[in-house]
């Protein structure tokens, strides 16, 4: 089994930061590909960061110059450092890896159970 884990959510007033952890445990052979996605009230879920384990980096438009993505890929874990937060930053937050369990195992997408990022005006 892979388990991923979100920290790091909570409430913050616009303008200010917040820095989101994840981390997968369990059965991994390999993770490719980790990433952050949202989604927001009566929208649909979108992708807001990922990284692969080369450390290529992509960033929705509405997210670049402000959220910053790394991951430490000998603790399996990936962070989202969020700045100048604004309101319509406000989602449950997902953490997703393409994880590999094991050698016989086929690769396949696996996700956290969310943290809530509200933004205040």
């Known amino acids: 089994q892979v388990q991923l884990v979100e920290s790091g959510g909570g409430l913050v007033q616009a303008g200010g930061s917040l820095r989101l952890s994840c981390a997968a445990s369990?059965?991994?052979?390999?993770?490719?590909?980790m990433g952050w996605y949202r989604q927001a009230p009566g929208k649909q879920r979108e992708s807001v960061a990922t990284?692969?384990?080369?450390?290529?980096?992509d960033y929705a438009d509405s997210v670049k110059g402000r959220f910053t993505i790394s991951r430490d890929n000998a603790k399996n874990t990936v962070c989202l450092q969020m700045n100048s937060l604004r309101p319509e930053d406000t989602a449950i937050y997902y953490c997703n890896a393409d994880v590999k369990p094991g050698v016989l195992f086929r690769r396949r997408d696996y996700w956290g159970q969310g943290t809530q990022v509200t933004v205040s005006s």
């Open positions: 990284i692969t384990s080369g450390g290529s980096t």
């Open positions: 369990g059965s991994i052979f390999s993770i490719n590909t």
